[in-house]
């Protein structure tokens, strides 16, 4: 029997189709269609601008300052995962810094979102690797665990279950159940045509705004 809290459980795969739904579609058109409920904040991107990032979550959850189960998740990973770690928030130690990223890109993880720090931070902004992170420290982390992967974790305020499918851009990342997805990326794609309909508009100096005075009159507001 497996420890509590220092555990390796099996991975939950994902159709790659269901993943490949998403290609090319805004994180926030996506969390439009998710009743704006689902989503990352607080981490920030330090990767190469203009990137999209797409996959699966293969989730670590680990003692904050520790990496020890980031390693071995490293290991385990299969082309197309997303290494999402639950590091607790806490950025007094870097979780992941520049040769961690490369045996990523080695091993075909499409990225890394972390609820914690890196470091080597230089080595991100011009890199096509997506990663997105709480914050940056050159303070070195331990090995020793505990540490859990293939478990629910929490990631910038989100529950992110493994085999969630990640989408991250400019904006941030939002995750997607699989059970999910077809529904989510028909909507969102429906409303990215609604959008580009809106700023042709624009373009053209057509834009229809009737639905402000609508909204307000609505309220009761006299305009």
């Given at each position: 029997?497996?420890?509590?809290?220092?555990?390796?459980?099996?991975?939950?795969?994902?159709?790659?189709?269901?993943?490949?739904?998403?290609?090319?579609?805004?994180?926030?058109?996506?969390?439009?269609?998710?009743?704006?409920?689902?989503?990352?904040?607080?981490?920030?991107?330090?990767?190469?601008?203009?990137?999209?990032?797409?996959?699966?979550?293969?989730?670590?959850?680990?003692?904050?300052?520790?990496?020890?189960?980031?390693?071995?998740?490293?290991?385990?990973?299969?082309?197309?995962?997303?290494?999402?770690?639950?590091?607790?928030?806490?950025?007094?130690?870097?979780?992941?810094?520049?040769?961690?990223?490369?045996?990523?890109?080695?091993?075909?993880?499409?990225?890394?979102?972390?609820?914690?720090?890196?470091?080597?931070?230089a080595a991100y902004r011009e890199d096509g690797f997506p990663c997105y992170a709480r914050g940056v420290c050159h303070r070195g982390p331990y090995k020793d665990g505990p540490g859990e992967i293939n478990v629910p974790v929490?990631?910038?305020?989100?529950?992110?279950?493994?085999g969630d499918i990640v989408v991250g851009d400019d904006d941030g990342v939002v995750f997607i159940a699989p059970a999910e997805a077809r529904a989510v990326a028909a909507a969102s794609r429906k409303k990215a045509q609604v959008?580009?309909?809106?700023?042709?508009?624009?373009?053209?100096?057509?834009?229809?705004?009737?639905?402000?005075?609508?909204?307000?009159?609505?309220?009761?507001?006299?305009?």
């Amino acid at each position: 029997m497996q420890q509590v809290g220092f555990r390796i459980l099996p991975r939950r795969d994902t159709d790659r189709a269901l993943v490949d739904l998403f290609k090319g579609l805004p994180a926030s058109i996506i969390s439009d269609n998710l009743s704006r409920m689902t989503g990352t904040f607080g981490l920030t991107p330090y990767h190469r601008p203009g990137v999209q990032l797409l996959g699966t979550a293969l989730t670590v959850r680990t003692r904050p300052g520790d990496n020890l189960m980031i390693h071995k998740a490293l290991q385990l990973g299969k082309p197309g995962d997303v290494l999402v770690i639950d590091g607790g928030g806490t950025i007094e130690r870097a979780l992941f810094g520049d040769i961690m990223k490369n045996v990523a890109k080695m091993r075909g993880f499409t990225g890394v979102v972390i609820d914690g720090a890196i470091r080597d931070a230089a080595a991100y902004r011009e890199d096509g690797f997506p990663c997105y992170a709480r914050g940056v420290c050159h303070r070195g982390p331990y090995k020793d665990g505990p540490g859990e992967i293939n478990v629910p974790v929490s990631v910038g305020s989100m529950v992110v279950m493994p085999g969630d499918i990640v989408v991250g851009d400019d904006d941030g990342v939002v995750f997607i159940a699989p059970a999910e997805a077809r529904a989510v990326a028909a909507a969102s794609r429906k409303k990215a045509q609604v959008e580009a309909q809106t700023l042709d508009s624009i373009a053209k100096r057509a834009y229809d705004d009737a639905w402000i005075d609508q909204a307000l009159k609505a309220k009761g507001v006299e305009v």
